[in-house]
C-alpha cells in the first residue's frame, strides 16, 4: 500500500553501502521505518535528509515492517534552526526528550504536534531555552514526573506572586508566608518568574504557544528548574543537556 505522510526522520541507520534504513516520526505519532535505496548516492533523491532536521512529506510503500521510501518533500526546512550551532543544540534536545519517550506500536500525534511547535518557536527566535523547557514541562507526565505549581502545598493559596520554593518532600511549591525551617528542608527558592512560566507553560495547550519571549537568564533558569524536577522523579538523562551545559560553560 502506498502512503503519503507528514514526518520528520528521527532515526537513521547504514543497511549497506549505499542504503539507510530510516525511521521516521509521522504526524500521526507512529514511528515507521523505512528502506531509503542509494540514500549515499550523489545524486540520491533524499539528499534532503542527510543534514538537519526538518519536516517533509513521505511517499512510501508499505505492507508490514520496513516500508520502502519513495519520494521526499521537505515542508519545513527550519533554516534557522539547522544553520546555527547553539539553537540547533537545543533543537537535538527537544528532539530527545520527545523520541525517548516513544514506544513500540504506540501512536502520539501530540508527540507529533509538539515536537512541530516547538521547532516553529526556534524557528521564529524564541528564546531558545524556554522553548526547551516549555518540551520538557509538555512531556513530563509521559517520563512518570510531575510539577505543581499552582498553589502552595501548604496554605494551598493560589495568589502565585507569593510562591518562592519548590519542596521535594511536599512536590509542590511553598509561598512566602509558609516557608520557614521545617518546610524548606527539602526546597530549593525558585524565583517567582520561573513558577509562573513554569505554571503557564503545564496549562496552555501546545498549539496556543505562538512566541516564547522571555529573557535569556529566565529561560536558562526555568530549563535548570525542569531539569532539576526531571532529576528528582524520572532518573532520565539526556545526553543533548552535557552538550548545552557545556555550551554555557564556554559562554555562548
Ligand atoms: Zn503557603
Not at 97 to 110: G, P
Not at 163 to 185: G, N
Not at 191 to 213: Q, T
Amino acid at each position: 500500500m502506498i502512503y503519503q505522510q507528514k514526518g520528520v526522520m528521527i532515526r537513521q541507520a547504514s543497511y549497506s553501502e549505499s542504503s539507510r534504513i530510516i525511521t521516521v516520526l509521522t504526524e500521526d505519532g507512529s514511528q515507521v521505518p523505512l528502506m531509503s535505496r542509494g540514500f549515499n548516492k550523489p545524486k540520491s533523491p533524499f539528499i534532503v535528509l542527510r543534514q538537519g532536521i526538518k519536516e517533509a512529506l513521505f511517499t512510501y510503500n508499505r505492507f508490514k515492517g520496513i516500508g520502502t521510501l519513495n519520494e521526499v518533500d521537505v515542508i519545513q526546512p527550519f533554516k534557522k534552526v539547522n544553520g546555527d550551532f547553539t539553537v540547533y543544540t537545543y533543537g537535538s534536545y527537544i528532539m530527545e526528550l520527545i523520541t525517548r519517550a516513544l514506544e513500540e506500536d504506540m501512536k502520539q500525534d501530540s508527540f507529533y504536534r509538539l515536537l512541530i511547535r516547538s521547532f516553529g518557536l526556534l524557528e521564529a527566535e524564541s528564546e531558545p531555552a524556554g522553548v526547551t523547557a516549555f518540551t520538557a514541562i509538555k512531556m513530563l507526565p509521559y517520563y512518570g514526573g510531575q510539577i505543581n505549581v499552582d498553589e502552595c502545598a501548604v496554605c494551598k493559596t493560589r495568589d502565585r506572586s507569593l510562591f518562592t520554593h519548590y519542596s521535594f518532600s511536599h512536590h509542590s511549591v511553598i509561598c512566602s508566608r509558609c516557608a520557614d525551617e521545617e518546610t524548606v528542608r527539602r526546597a530549593v527558592p525558585v524565583s517567582n518568574r520561573v513558577l509562573y512560566l513554569a505554571g503557564y507553560m503545564k496549562h496552555v495547550p501546545i498549539d496556543n504557544v505562538e512566541s516564547v519571549n522571555i529573557s535569556k537568564e529566565n529561560g536558562r533558569l526555568l530549563l535548570s528548574f525542569i531539569e532539576m524536577i526531571y532529576d528528582e522523579y524520572t532518573g532520565v538523562y539526556f545526553k543533548s543537556r552535557r552538550l548545552i551545559k557545556s555550551m554555557e560553560d564556554a559562554g555562548q
